[in-house]
Each structure stands twice: as structure tokens, then as C-alpha cells.
T-cell receptor
Framework: DTAVSQTPKYLVTQMGNDKSIKCEQN?????MYWYKQDSKKFLKIMFS???????INETVPNRFSPKSPDKAHLNLHINSLELGDSAVYFC???????????FGDGTRLSIL | AQSVTQLDSQVPVFEEAPVELRCNYS??????LFWYVQYPNQGLQLLLK??????LVKGINGFEAEFNKSQTSFHLRKPSVHISDTAEYFC????????????FGKGTKLTVNP
């Protein structure tokens, strides 16, 4: 059973489009995260939710909107995609703050 | 705010040789420290963590790391590497204040050659 699963694995789309990435965890964790990994492999946190409540928003453009319908799901919607949004987006979860985070396999987003 | 410096972007070694991947951090408060590994086209997998207690921590796949508070370091070591250890390794830090986020270093690409 996959602990943290993301869909889709690959996403190729054109500039200006709107797209969503879904994330689900079956670990019973309270906290979920979105990270962005750029072409140089640098990982940076974007958002964190604890029990459906937003607790971290790291100066991400407001074209990015996370949504957590329940504590097992954290989706990422991106409006008006730009070339610079091309990256690998990772979802992660942890049982509580400062416990190790479990990562999904990533969604590779390519903007044409 | 915390920051993490991984001093080597690439480390090539021969199979069965020892390896050390260096990590230094900066923080004004006490921290938790982690090492993650990323194999090609995969997510990150936790290798080991330091939360408290013994400063020498052992992880999976024969890796270990030592927390040195005075030198603000958390270097990763393995006495004998295998081809399968070829991957990207990330050091990360989070603070005791419960900020909920991990701050990552820029990664070290370990390449094990036959």
C-alpha cells in the first residue's frame, strides 16, 4: 500500500492553463505539506496544513491554491501556469510537528 | 530562521570505499536534523534523524551521522558504499519551536563507481 500517493505522476501542459495535483496519505497523519523541487534539485516548502488548517504559506504566488477537504488529502491547484512553474512537486505528511516526513513520488510538471 | 549548507554538490567514490557527506546548519534555536535520500525519479526517503539523546545516530542501509552542536554539523557517513547507494542526499533541519517545516540543503549527488 502506497503511504503518500500523488496523481498525476507527469503533467505536461501549456502556459496559461489551470491544473490540479492531488495528494492522499493513508498513514493517519495530521500534517501535510507541498514542496517544490526545481531543476537544480533544490527543495523548498510551499504550504503546510494541520488537520485541514493552513499553517505555512511560504510566499508562494497566489496562483497556487492548496485545498484540504479532509486531513488525508491535500490538493494543489495552479492557475495561469507560467514557464517558471516547471518543477517536480512533492507532497509529504507527518504525524505531528518535527516528526519525520513521508514523501510521495512527486509530480513532474512541464510547461510548454 | 534556519539554513543548511551541504558543502559538496557532487561526491564520486569507488565501490567499497568509505564516504562522508558534509552538512552544516545555522539556527538561533535548538533543531532537529534529518538526512533524506532521493533515488532517480523517486520521492525522498528518510535515512536517519536526530531528535535528542545520543549524538551518533544510525540509519538504514548502513548509514550513520553524528550531531556536533559546537560545530553545528551533522555529517553523514558510510564505511563501505555500494553501487546501489548512488543517489542524491539531502540534509534538512527543523526547529524545536514547532514551525512544522523542513529546510533543506541543496543536496549532494553521490556517485559510486565500480
Amino acid at each position: 500500500d502506497t503511504a503518500v500517493s500523488q496523481t498525476p505522476k507527469y503533467l505536461v501542459t501549456q502556459m496559461g492553463n489551470d491544473k490540479s495535483i492531488k495528494c492522499e496519505q493513508n498513514l493517519g497523519h495530521d500534517t501535510m505539506y507541498w514542496y517544490k523541487q526545481d531543476s537544480k534539485k533544490f527543495l523548498k516548502i510551499m504550504f503546510s496544513y494541520n488537520n485541514k488548517e493552513l499553517i505555512i504559506n511560504e510566499t508562494v504566488p497566489n496562483r497556487f491554491s492548496p485545498k484540504s477537504p479532509d486531513k488525508a488529502h491535500l490538493n494543489l491547484h495552479i492557475n495561469s501556469l507560467e514557464l517558471g512553474d516547471s518543477a517536480v512537486y512533492f507532497c509529504a505528511s507527518s504525524p505531528r510537528s518535527n516528526q519525520p516526513q513521508h514523501f510521495g513520488d512527486g509530480t513532474r510538471l512541464s510547461i510548454l | 530562521a534556519q539554513s543548511v549548507t551541504q558543502l559538496d554538490s557532487q561526491v564520486p567514490v569507488f565501490e567499497e570505499a568509505p564516504v562522508e557527506l558534509r552538512c552544516n546548519y545555522s539556527s538561533s534555536v535548538s533543531v532537529y536534523l534529518f538526512w533524506y535520500v532521493q533515488y532517480p525519479n523517486q520521492g525522498l526517503q528518510l535515512l536517519l534523524k536526530y531528535l535528542s539523546g545520543s549524538t551518533l545516530v544510525k540509519g538504514i542501509n548502513g548509514f550513520e551521522a553524528e550531531f556536533n552542536k559546537s560545530q553545528t554539523s551533522f555529517h553523514l557517513r558510510k564505511p563501505s558504499v555500494h553501487i546501489s547507494d548512488t543517489a542524491e542526499y539531502f540534509c534538512a533541519v527543523s526547529d524545536h519551536g514547532g514551525s512544522e517545516k523542513l529546510v533543506f540543503g541543496k543536496g549532494t549527488k553521490l556517485t559510486v563507481n565500480p
